[in-house]
T-cell receptor
Framework: DSGVTQTPKHLITATGQRVTLRCSPR?????VYWYQQSLDQGLQFLIQ???????AKGNILERFSAQQFPDLHSELNLSSLELGDSALYFC?????????????FGPGTRLTVL | GNSVTQMEGPVTLSEEAFLTINCTYT??????LFWYVQYPGEGLQLLLK?????DKGSNKGFEATYRKETTSFHLEKGSVQVSDSAVYFC???????????????FGQGTTLQVKP
């Protein structure tokens, strides 16, 4: 158990819908990262927050957005869903954002868009 | 840009065989390097890491050495077990310009199957 929690574990929805994925980092960690794992793209970085502020953006679609709240939990919002958004979404956390900080991953949320 | 390349899988070995999974990287500066493992139906777990050249990371019998001259971080284990069957990801920790974002860049993953 990494100490990072993600809910829900599974999500099945239809095209055009909007969903929210939630992540609680390890106690004391200030950085939260979101990654998408799909069969065709592999594991890709989406976005990072550090202590409530956006720190970096990766290959995140405009239909996707995220935020980190004062209690440091984070939410990833996916809207106007398409079939291609079906994937495993991981959250990770680390103490800071130093290159030597270890990122600890949650169990993931499996999103299926029908 | 920075990238990680892993050997193609799946890799199929008999129990107690020697394992090598090759990983090479392209990066500017001095990234940190990681191996993560993903067991079936689970999230990623950190297996080992190395933060500077010539560092050797080790854990649970797995080892990898940060080789800057060959830009490699190959994963090795002397004697694999059935329980080692999983997907292994090599990753580097990216330093973006003057802002240390710390995002991970992953290889495509290598599936290891160990047969009794």
């Amino acid at each position: 158990d990494s100490g990072v929690t993600q809910t829900p574990k599974h999500l099945i929805t239809a095209t055009g819908q909007r969903v929210t994925l939630r992540c609680s980092p390890r106690s004391g960690d200030l950085s939260v990262y979101w990654y998408q794992q799909s069969l065709d793209q592999g594991l890709q970085f989406l976005i990072q927050y550090y202590n409530g502020e956006e720190r970096a953006k990766g290959n995140i679609l405009e239909r996707f957005s995220a935020q980190q709240f004062p209690d440091l939990h984070s939410e990833l919002n996916l809207s106007s869903l398409e079939l291609g958004d079906s994937a495993l979404y991981f959250c990770a956390s680390s103490v800071g954002s130093s290159v030597t900080d270890t990122q600890y991953f949650g169990p993931g949320t499996r999103l299926t868009v029908l | 840009g920075n990238s990680v390349t892993q050997m193609e899988g799946p890799v199929t070995l008999s129990e107690e065989a020697f394992l090598t999974i090759n990983c090479t990287y392209t990066a500017t500066g001095y990234p940190s390097l990681f191996w993560y493992v993903q067991y079936p139906g689970e999230g990623l777990q950190l297996l080992l890491k190395a933060t500077k050249a010539d560092d050797k990371g080790s854990n649970k019998g797995f080892e990898a050495t940060y080789r800057k001259e060959t830009t490699s971080f190959h994963l090795e284990k002397g004697s694999v077990q059935v329980s080692d069957s999983a997907v292994y990801f090599c990753a580097l920790r990216d330093v973006q310009g003057s802002s240390n974002t710390g995002k991970l860049i992953f290889g495509q993953g290598t599936t290891l199957q160990v047969k009794p």
